[in-house]
């Protein structure tokens, strides 16, 4: 609790897409990395090489820079403590393993798997708890020696006191306890030379100059092993934040089953990297003034390690929806535009079979975003920026602006509320009349005509006014009925009316 500027760091495994888990962990250490004038760095933990995927490395990157969670070192942009992937540091995670077998913190264990596989059904068959029963602690140095010198297959263990207890400090929950007898001697370095995830990572912190880790509370069980390694080094241990886990409705641990997890996917779904970070934020911390919306700068000018919170936050994707399209409503109309168009090139990229059916998709696929089609969607986006809560949803909301051939659409969907297809008919008929008489094809114009048929016609606007939108848009739920039909000019509107008409019998 030192008042020195914190270095703080993420270190996600390569090991599928890159996880919203991750970007959640992310965004407070760069908080407090910011807040505190301090450093954030990305470390790659790859030494599970079963696990290993070599394209989700680049994904952790590309989703990082996606969200704005820029590091200031990286396997990617360098920094003064590199190389930032396990997998290229394992000289020294030997090198401080020989360290630690001087010093009696750790032994060379030569069970073999039979002997541990044994030991377990043991375990199980007794209703004890799994752990490695200590054997080869007890080799004398001749007996090991002489198994080293014979090419033995060996990994090497952490030798954890059996008395006392292990204490550290948390930030979120106090002191945190654990009985030394409840913690495994856990292996260290595996046969094949490579270091577990506990020797690397504490390695790895004290080496970086890691001062503040924070991270998920699914890492609590590890930590006083680490607090145990960092003793047997004699190194000072880094403050300790464990964060709630991010949950499904049912407060089961996010997972894709029941969630969608990749942070490729949000993007992909069309949500902007502000609402995803807001929302991150709001589910891990409480802002001062209850706000819901805020900005990364917000969060980190009001941030305090106290208001965060300390049960598992419900990942709920309607909230995210809604949060997403306050972010959507609160960018310039250039903006939007230019994003729209960034998102629909880049799905164009990787179409799906759906596509095909999306006049945006269809006209972007054929022709590129060229100058026309950001253009129209540049006009379009001031009338559906109100009811679009992702970039995705531009697509189906403004596809009647990008049809390539009528729309299409149930004949039922024309025939007005209470009325009969004839009458919807013979309205629509004059709805045309009255347009294809406007002066001008102005908006406030076009909604005069038709007005004023209504109170001619005894129609209620609203009821006269559904037909007319199923006709032009082919849908039911539009942009805003006169704006759109201005956008889509008097030859495309009449022609609209003129292919309904026939369908009312
Ligand atoms: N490699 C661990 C992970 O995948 C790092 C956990 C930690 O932050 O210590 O999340």
């Given at each position: 609790m030192s008042a020195r500027p914190p270095v703080v760091r993420i270190a996600p495994s390569p090991t599928g897409d890159p996880h919203v888990g991750t970007a959640y962990i992310a965004l407070f250490n760069l908080c407090v990395a910011r807040k505190g004038g301090g450093r954030f760095i990305l470390r790659i933990e790859d030494t599970d090489r079963t696990r290993?995927?070599?394209?989700?490395e680049a994904k952790i990157f590309e989703a990082l820079r996606w969200l704005g969670l820029?590091?200031?070192?990286?396997?990617?942009?360098?920094?003064?403590?590199?190389?930032?992937?396990q997998s290229e540091r394992t000289p020294l995670y030997r090198e401080m393993t020989e360290t630690l077998l001087a010093k009696g913190a750790a032994y060379r264990c030569f069970c073999t798997e039979e002997r541990l596989e044994e030991l377990r059904a043991t375990q199980r068959a007794m209703k004890l708890p799994p752990?490695?029963?200590?054997?080869?602690?007890?080799?004398?140095p001749d007996e090991v020696r002489a198994k080293v010198a014979a090419g033995v297959p060996h990994v090497v263990r952490m030798s954890v006191p059996k008395e006392g207890s292990t204490t550290f400090h948390d930030d979120l929950r106090g002191d945190v306890t654990f009985e030394?007898?409840?913690?495994?001697?856990?292996?260290?370095?595996k046969s094949d030379g490579f270091p577990t995830y506990h020797l690397a990572n504490v390695v790895d912190d004290h080496a970086m100059g890691v001062t503040w880790v924070i991270r998920a509370e699914e890492w609590i069980t590890s930590t006083p092993k680490h607090v145990l390694l960092y003793r047997a080094f004699g190194w000072e241990a880094p403050r300790w934040t464990h964060m709630p886990l991010l949950r499904n409705a049912d407060r089961s641990k996010i997972s894709k089953r029941k969630n969608p997890t990749s942070l490729i996917w949000y993007r992909d779904q069309g949500f902007l990297p502000e609402g995803l970070l807001n929302f991150l934020g709001l589910m891990g911390y409480g802002h001062p003034e209850g706000k819901e919306k805020f900005t990364f700068d917000e969060l980190v000018a009001t941030f305090?390690?106290?208001?965060?919170?300390t049960t598992g936050p419900v990942f709920d994707l309607e909230k995210l929806k809604w949060l997403n399209g306050e972010w959507i409503r609160s960018l310039t109309d250039d903006d939007l535009a230019a994003r729209v168009v960034a998102h629909v090139e880049r799905r164009a990229q990787a179409?799906?079979?759906?596509?095909?059916?999306n006049p945006v998709m269809r006209r972007v696929l054929a022709t590129g975003a060229d100058d026309a089609f950001r253009a129209l969607v540049r006009r379009t986006t001031p009338l559906v920026r109100e009811r679009i809560?992702?970039?995705?949803?531009y697509a189906s909301i403004a596809a009647c602006f990008f049809h390539d051939t009528l729309p299409t659409y149930p004949?039922?969907?024309l025939v007005a509320k209470k009325r009969t297809p004839a009458e919807t008919r013979d309205a629509l008929a004059r709805v045309r009349a009255a347009l294809d008489a406007a002066?001008?094809?102005r908006a406030a114009e076009l909604e005069a005509a038709l007005r004023a048929l209504a109170e001619a016609t005894g129609w209620k606007p609203g009821d006269l006014f559904t037909p007319v939108r199923t006709a032009v848009t082919?849908?039911?739920?539009?942009?805003?009925l006169f704006e759109t039909m201005e956008i889509l000019g008097r030859a495309t509107t009449l022609a609209r009316l003129d292919a309904a008409l026939p369908r009312l019998g």
């Open positions: 290993y995927d070599a394209s989700s820029r590091y200031d070192e990286g396997p990617d942009v360098g920094g003064p403590n590199g190389p930032y992937r752990g490695y029963d200590g054997f080869c602690r007890h080799l004398t030394n007898k409840t913690i495994d001697d856990q292996v260290l370095l305090d390690i106290g208001r965060l919170s179409p799906t079979p759906e596509d095909a059916a809560r992702t970039l995705e949803e004949a039922e969907d002066p001008s094809w082919g849908a039911k739920v539009s942009p805003p």
